[in-house]
């Protein structure tokens, strides 16, 4: 599924669209974090507390296009 489906998907509130975006980030958003907090606990945390944020905030979301979601999501197809 591409980003931007999953998200307008999980803006309606699609559980599963919710589990592919988590899944699909997640371990990129822990390296990172984990690189800034320099502890495992932490990171998870940060990034657990970081898509709690997320999915909440998706219902004030205008243009799922314009999210942070699919800017992530063209960065790792950059990255490759």
């Known amino acids: ?6 998200v307008r998907e999980a803006q309606a509130g ?3 669209a919710q589990a592919e975006l988590y899944s699909q980030y997640y371990n990129s ?3 990172f ?5 320099k502890n495992q606990a932490d990171a ?3 990034v ?14 205008e243009d ?6 699919n800017v992530l999501s063209q960065k790792r ?3 490759g």
């Not at 970081?50 to 979301?61: K, N, P, R, T, Y």
């Open 1 to 6: 599924m591409k980003t931007i489906d999953a």
């Open 14 to 16: 699609d559980t599963n």
């Open 29 to 31: 958003l822990y390296h």
């Open 33 to 37: 974090a984990l690189k800034h907090t």
């Open 44 to 46: 998870q945390d940060a």
């Open 48 to 61: 657990q507390n970081g898509f709690i944020e997320a999915f909440q905030a998706l219902s004030s979301l």
């Open 64 to 69: 799922p296009k314009q999210s942070r979601w």
């Open 77 to 79: 197809r950059h990255n």
